[in-house]
């Protein structure tokens, strides 16, 4: 059943009315006596002070990092089924995003004003993008397959993990990495636009130290059509999509030093779009990850961890301008951490091999071998943080890049501090090569970005505020048709979030305000009308002034539902910043929820654009109005 914009009022209040209502009653369940007399040690937990790994490169608190981090676990994830790790993320503070058409389709994200190709996404720490355009498809990386995403904001993660973190550093874990008992699940789902979900998963675990977890799944949908009628190559078609997706992580902890385990997570999957008369356009795509490693533990809170990657990410597409494009990526690192008199310290050496085959040209490949240092402090009353990088890369020499940042705790509940940090972003085969206006000579892109905040966190809240400015040098551009590095940007912003958990009540919200804009010398060029090129002062497009987002939460041990509304400010969808490329603001209000039906059977439900806002995040492209998924999990222990 596919639910439109042109569907009957009365169709929209029955699904609306019927989601609220069963929530409602659900509501009324779990307010029995004996819920009301459950202990205190029963109740969910909602933990604000969660431990990271990705700001450091060792596990953190998050009260105790520098950076701006955030943390999505897997309680959270479960309200995104039958969606992406894109679909997740673009909720979250300081991420703006833009997707042409439905499901699967070409779509791209920003995070604090730098885009997806100036973002470093991390599959169980594999570096996982494409190597043609730059970026990774999180739009094609399922969310039932994840296990919690760590999000490390600014770039601070230059220092730790090299080129393309310049923005930002994004890491996905797959399911397996914490079981402590045997378990298996099956999954069915069905939502709007003709969309059918299904999977299982098993998780074992023995007293030998060995655990192995399994999921697969299916999702596909009839979607909607890409693009506007307007729109220059619509068909009035529905464009579809489905995809095939497996994960499995096994570990084995030979004694209380040594741990060895691997993982992986692989999605196939087919995109249909509008691609003018070609009645049949679509692109078959591969993407995924896998990794092995060993890790010791020599001394308490001293280790040494030997790891090997390898990701993809192929896309063949079958339209009038199509073509194959196949990224490769191999590393091996070993990185350790260890313990100091005061503090602890973190290092390693990484070798990565970057190769991408294509029918539009030929290119061979590069290698980027890279040692970094560290120094991490965190005490109750100062934290710090200090990174330096060198990396060697094949194709445009040389890069050294660090941070340092540090924070004072004037009480226990009270926190501010600041850090400064250099990034830099290595061009893409794209950028480089001739056949897509490339320029060979290009250099990296290079930025200083400076970060102040102050933090207020007691039992019941975690509240953050936090200034940052960027100034980005050599960006990359076609301003006349072929890529050069004159290009110049500031990026300019406040981040503020609030979390807060008062008895079984969850609210909070986040708001981002945003000033990018362009301040390149075009001095003397042209466009290819001739006409003088002055873009300096524009605002960068597909980033909002203005965005945020409110929830409020209700969670029981039996039961979990959450309201929210998010705004997006106006923006431009290109540099040039005419009338024509004016994007409106649009507030999209959804509503999600987990009940446990039983001590083995769960229900998932949620409601998206449940006031049918009629919306575009990019010109001449379509979006979906209101739309439904609800899904059963029963699981066996």
């Known amino acids: 059943m596919s639910l439109s914009r042109s569907s009957s009022r009365t169709y929209l209040r029955l699904s609306i009315l019927s989601t609220l209502g069963l929530f409602a009653v659900n509501t009324a369940m779990a307010a029995t006596p004996e819920i009301i007399n459950t202990n205190d040690s029963e109740m969910p937990q909602v933990e604000l002070d969660k431990i990271v790994v990705t700001a450091t490169r060792t596990p953190t608190k998050t009260s105790n990092v520098i950076a701006q981090t955030r943390v999505i676990d897997k309680e959270e ?5 039958g969606q992406t790790a894109l679909d997740v993320l673009k909720r979250q503070p300081g991420f703006s995003h833009y997707t042409n058409g439905g499901s699967g389709t070409t779509s791209n994200f920003y995070m604090r004003g730098y885009d997806n190709k100036q973002i470093l996404v991390l599959i169980d720490g594999i570096r996982y993008s494409s190597l043609s355009a730059g970026g990774a498809a999180l739009n094609l990386l399922p969310a039932d397959q994840i296990d919690r995403i760590e999000v490390l904001y600014g770039a601070s993660g230059s ?9 930002g550093v994004i890491q996905v874990f797959t399911k397996g990495g914490n079981i402590n008992r045997s378990s298996m699940s099956v999954t069915a789902g069905v939502g709007s636009n003709d969309q059918y979900l299904y999977g299982a998963s098993a998780q074992f675990a023995n007293e030998t130290g060995t655990t192995l977890s399994l ?21 009035k078609d529905e464009d579809g999509f489905e995809s095939d997706n497996v994960s499995i992580a ?6 209380d030093q040594w741990l060895a385990g691997a993982s992986a997570l692989y999605s196939k999957s087919t995109t249909d779009f509008d691609d003018g008369d070609y009645e049949n356009a679509h692109a078959d795509q591969e993407n995924g990850s896998a990794q092995a ?5 020599y001394l308490p809170g001293s280790s040494l961890k030997l790891q ?6 192929k896309s063949d597409s079958s339209s009038e301008y199509g073509g194959v494009f196949d990224s490769k990526q191999d590393q091996i690192s070993l990185v350790g951490q260890h313990q100091l008199a005061v503090g602890q310290g973190v290092y390693g050496v990484e070798y990565l091999n970057q190769s991408l085959d294509s029918s539009e040209y030929d290119i061979d490949d590069r ?4 040692t970094f240092l560290g120094y991490v402090l965190a005490t109750n009353q100062f934290d710090a943080q200090a990174n330096i990088r060198f990396d060697d890369n094949s194709q445009y020499g040389d890069e050294t890049t660090y941070n340092f940042g540090g924070a004072y705790h004037i009480n226990p509940e009270l926190r501010i501090g600041t ?3 250099k990034g830099f972003r290595a061009p893409t085969f794209n950028d480089i090569y001739p056949g897509y206006g490339g320029n060979p000579d290009l250099q990296p892109e290079t930025s200083d970005n400076y970060e102040a905040f102050v933090e207020y966190s007691t039992p019941l809240q975690a509240t953050r505020l936090t200034g940052y400015y960027n100034d980005v040098d050599d960006l990359i551009s076609f301003p006349e048709g072929t890529a050069v590095n004159v290009d110049k940007a500031e990026i300019r912003g406040v981040s503020l979030t609030s979390d807060w958990v008062i008895d079984s009540y969850l609210f909070g919200g986040s708001y981002d305000y945003q000033d990018a804009k362009d301040k390149s010398d075009y001095t003397g060029r042209v466009d290819f009308s001739q006409n003088a090129i002055d873009y300096s002062g524009n605002h960068l497009p597909y980033r909002p002034e203005h965005k945020g987002l409110v929830y409020i939460g209700y969670r029981l041990p039996s039961l979990d539902i959450r309201a929210e509304y998010q705004y997006v400010g106006d923006y431009y969808s290109r540099i040039t910043n005419t009338d024509a490329q004016f994007v409106d603001n649009y507030g999209l209000l959804n509503i999600s929820g987990n009940y446990k039906l039983t001590d083995n059977l769960s229900m998932t439900a949620r409601l998206n654009n449940i006031t049918n806002e009629d919306y575009i995040t990019d010109i001449g492209y379509n979006t979906d109005g209101t739309n439904f998924f609800t899904s059963l999990t029963y699981n066996w222990f």
């Open 215 to 235: 999921s697969a799944s299916h999702n596909e949908d009839d979607g909607i059509s890409a693009k506007l009628p307007n729109a220059v190559g619509y068909n």
């Open 419 to 421: 850090s400064y940090a």
């Open 77 to 81: 994830l479960q309200r995104y089924q």
């Open 293 to 297: 490693y060993v890790d010791w533990r």
């Open 367 to 370: 290698d980027v071998t890279s």
């Open 250 to 255: 096994l570990n084995q902890r030979i004694n």
């Open 159 to 167: 220092s730790i993990y090299g080129a393309d973190a310049m923005g």
């Open 308 to 313: 090997y990657g390898h990701s993809i990410d």
